[in-house]
């Protein structure tokens, strides 16, 4: 019987100044989390909206247009799990963050990682759409 070596983070949504103190803070959360043996890192639902602090707080403080100016800054976090994924052979099920379809609806996306530099993404349940 094999074991996976889980880590779930507790994680802090915090007020993010720029992009780099997000890829700072990540990365000392999955280092942390590879120094313990973890092969599968858990980040918490919506954890992605601490992106939204970079728009400013005047789109930060609004719900609707937080989660249109998300939907900018997603591939460079997506770019960076991967690229942690990678470095630390690992895979990272992302802090999940709402999506905009093809229809123009948002939807609560769970994004996965995996070491092999592949990467996919999981709609969540309907009744999560905005």
């Given at each position: 019987m094999s074991t996976l070596r889980l880590a779930a983070a507790q994680y802090p949504i915090d007020?993010?100044?720029?992009?780099a103190?997000?890829?700072?803070?990540?990365?000392?959360?999955v280092e942390g989390?590879?120094?313990?043996?973890?092969?599968?890192?858990?980040?918490?639902?919506?954890?992605?909206m601490e992106l939204t602090a970079l728009a400013g707080p005047a789109i930060a403080g609004d719900l609707h247009e937080s989660?249109?100016?998300?939907q900018s800054v997603?591939?460079?976090?997506?770019?960076?799990?991967?690229?942690?994924?990678?470095q630390h052979g690992l895979f990272i099920l992302g802090a999940s963050a709402p999506v905009r379809g093809a229809d123009g609806r948002y939807i609560n996306t769970a994004r996965f990682?995996?070491?092999?530099?592949?990467?996919?993404?999981?709609?969540?349940?309907?009744?999560?759409?905005?």
């Amino acid at each position: 019987m094999s074991t996976l070596r889980l880590a779930a983070a507790q994680y802090p949504i915090d007020e993010i100044k720029s992009f780099a103190q997000y890829e700072a803070k990540l990365t000392r959360w999955v280092e942390g989390a590879a120094r313990e043996g973890a092969q599968l890192l858990v980040f918490p639902e919506y954890g992605a909206m601490e992106l939204t602090a970079l728009a400013g707080p005047a789109i930060a403080g609004d719900l609707h247009e937080s989660i249109a100016a998300l939907q900018s800054v997603l591939p460079e976090a997506d770019a960076l799990h991967a690229k942690l994924a990678r470095q630390h052979g690992l895979f990272i099920l992302g802090a999940s963050a709402p999506v905009r379809g093809a229809d123009g609806r948002y939807i609560n996306t769970a994004r996965f990682f995996a070491p092999s530099g592949q990467s996919a993404a999981q709609e969540k349940a309907d009744h999560d759409a905005l």
